[in-house]
Structures are given as structure tokens and as C-alpha cells.
């Protein structure tokens, strides 16, 4: 009897040494920063102490007054930063780029399909966490709602991932984004998107999403490979029911009319935004909508080119591309249009997916943009854009503890963002040095 006791004791122990990995960690912690980037002010500040307790931040200070039994965790070496965000991402889909999106997306939806999708999503969303994004702002291509299951696995702690703020099926013009599909195999384009027919089936079409755990409506102003486009009278009824459920609205657009339309109805971010004129920025601007510039760095151009399949020098096309990305997101800063950090990584380069994607921010730094406004777009603008001000992308009190450390000063040498050593998500530690 006594030695069942002292079995089941130690069974107990077990269990709950193996649940402590993904229970929240109540135990209050301090954290000793060698240096503290403050995105509000876009600065780095000298050594600081962080105490965390509950999952949230409870005070920020040169030397703070610890809980008695407080665990410290030694950050004096590095650099500490608030947990990044990357407000574009598709961690259930991912595409060879020998193939192109049609096909790619064609075989998600028929060979992989949702619940594949989803685990496929679970392993990738450990490389965000491991890279140090902590929240991710998943916009669509995740078939049937596959993207609430992941976040809903995420959040009862059965994965570690990021925090995902999610928006089900993207709403798009007939076709979605799979073009040459055959009227007969239209369905096949329905697993993927909500196809929207009409202002009052668009605004059903919110409807059904939220009720299906959307956090945030995707919708797509051009559909583009496809040549469709949502009516300013459907996209005024998406961005009526949205407001009406108290969700924001992220809209897909490419070409300068595509995203007049969508700043006009009221929508809060455009998502790509390659082609703008200058009054369009300045109607942005002016509204306070949010660019997110999916673009891409030197280095992933090449990853692609290489994963295509492309031999020798990068093709003048892409080059070209890089340049007017980098044009307008200069146009756009100087607008005052307010940027937001979000990569679009969908695209298979051989590597993790949220390392690649973190190579967005590098894509910012070579069209111009400073270090510290690079990380306030990935930490302060990315919250706010995602309704999670002085919550998220801050490292002050109240927030959640969603906090990484790097090696080195990322405003002196950007590069040393790729070096990140330790992550803490709602006040649990997923990785150390
Ligand atoms: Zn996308």
C-alpha cells in the first residue's frame, strides 16, 4: 500500500512536471535586461529589471522590488525587446515555388487538406515562437477554419506557437486566388475562400466567420492572380458587419484602385499595397489605415530565385520589383501612413517558415527605414493594428509578458535580431540560452 502511495506520488510528480511546460508559470519572475527596447519612444534604454508575474508585466525599473521566491532569469548579457508580431502570416499553407500558387493551392485543398494542414501548421508555428514572434496575425489560405483549431491548440496549451489572431476563409471576388480552375471544380475554390455574391451575402459572410471563431475579417479588395474585385457596396457591408461584431478588417490589394476602394470603405490595414499614388497614401494616411508591407529582402529574393529553379544572376523582374517596393514604402513612411510589420511568407526556401518570414523586417531596412522604426513596426504598430495597445508590443506594466532577448544591439547591428536567445510568452519561458 505504501509503496503504491509513494508510485502514485511519483506518477503525480511526472505529470505535472510535464504539464508544466505548457500551463501558464505562475511563479513571479525577474528578469535582469542588459538593455530594454522601449518601442513607445523607439529607444534602448541601459540595464533594467522586468518583474513578471501572472503572465503579465508588474513593473519596469533600473531595480525592481522583487516577490520573495522569485525566480531570476539573467538577460545582462543581451538585449531585450517585447515579444515580436508578424501581422501577415499563412502557417497552414506553404508553396514550391516551381509549382506557382494555383496549383499549390489546388493540392492543399484537395491532397493535404484541413486537419494536415493544421498539424503541418503546428510544427511551423514553433519556428515563429523560436524566432521570437510571439503573436501572429494569420489571414486566410488555411481551408476550412484550420487556422481557429491551430490557435485553439495554441491557446489550451496542447502546442507551443505563437498567440494567433485569426481570420478564417479570406472573402473574395468569384474564383479566390486559384485561377484556371474549371466552373465544374468550383467548389474546390469554396474550401478555400468565402466567395462573396452580393452586399448581403457579404455581409453573411462576416457573419459566418466570426461565429466560427474569427477574430478578424480578411478581405480580398482584388483577388489577384485572379482579374475579380469586391464591389465598394460589398466592401462597405464587410466593413459595417465587422464593425457591428467588433472585429477589424484586413484587406488584400495590389493595384492603386484596389486599395482606394478598400481605404474608402473604412477597412484598417491593406495587406501588399505594391502599387499607390500619392493620394492614395495621403487618403491613408489621413485615415489612419495601416500599410503592411509583405515585401521582400535581398536575401529571400535570392532563396527564391535559387527555389524556382532559377539559374545564374536574380531576373531583372524581381529586381525591378524589389526597387518599387521599396519606393513606395518610402513614399508611404513619408506620407505618414502608419506601417505595420507582416511578411506573407507562404513560399517553401528550404528554411523554417518564421525565420524566413522574419526577413521581412531586413526588406524594411533596405527600402530605408531605421532599426528602432523597424521594431516599433513589429512590436508597437503591429499591437495597435491588431487592437492589442499597451497590451502587446510594449514592455511595460499591465501588458502581457511576451518578451524576447537577442545578442546584441539590433539598433547598432540589425542582424543581431536574428539571434534570439530567449523567449517568454505569457510569462512562460519556450526557450533559453
Ligand atoms: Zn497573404
Known sequence: MKGSVRLLALLLLCVSSLSAQTAPDTMPTVIRAGRVFDSEKGTMSGPQEILVVKGRIAEVAPKVTAP??????????????PGLIDAHTHLLYLEDPKNGGA?????????EGTPLRALHGAARARTFL?????????????????????????????????????????????????????????????????IVRGPADAALAVQENVSQGAQVIKVYSNNTPNPGALSPAELDAIVATARLLGVRVAAHATDDAAVWRAVSAGVNSIEHGYEMADSTL??????????????????????????????????????????????????????????????????ALGTAQGPA??????????????????????????????????ELGVIKPKAFADIIAVNGNPLDDFSAIERVVWVMKNGTVYKAP
Open 103 to 111: 496549383l499549390e493551392g489546388v493540392k492543399a485543398v484537395t491532397m
Open 282 to 347: 495621403r487618403l491613408m494616411a489621413q485615415k489612419g489605415v495601416y500599410l503592411v508591407p509583405t515585401d521582400v529582402d535581398t536575401l529571400t529574393a535570392v532563396a527564391y530565385a535559387k527555389a524556382a529553379g532559377m539559374d545564374g544572376p536574380l531576373p531583372q523582374g524581381l529586381v525591378d520589383y524589389m526597387r518599387s517596393e521599396r519606393e513606395r514604402l518610402k513614399r508611404a513612411v513619408n506620407a505618414g501612413v502608419p506601417v505595420a510589420a507582416g511578411s506573407d511568407m507562404y513560399i
Open 357 to 390: 518570414a522574419k526577413r521581412v523586417l531586413f526588406a524594411y531596412i533596405q527600402a530605408g527605414l531605421t532599426p528602432a522604426q523597424v521594431l516599433q513596426a513589429a512590436t508597437l504598430n503591429d499591437a495597435r493594428l491588431l487592437g492589442f495597445e499597451n
Open 130 to 194: 523560436a524566432a521570437g514572434v510571439t503573436t501572429v496575425r494569420d489571414l486566410g489560405n488555411s481551408g476550412r477554419f484550420g487556422d481557429v483549431a491551430l490557435r485553439t491548440a495554441i491557446r489550451d496549451g496542447s502546442v507551443d506557437g505563437p498567440r494567433m489572431i485569426v481570420s478564417g476563409p479570406g472573402l473574395s471576388p468569384p474564383g479566390g486566388q486559384f485561377p484556371g480552375v474549371l466552373p465544374a471544380f468550383q467548389a474546390i475554390v469554396d474550401e478555400e475562400y468565402r
Open 68 to 81: 520573495r521566491g522569485a525566480r531570476v532569469v539573467d538577460l545582462s548579457k543581451y538585449t531585450v525587446l
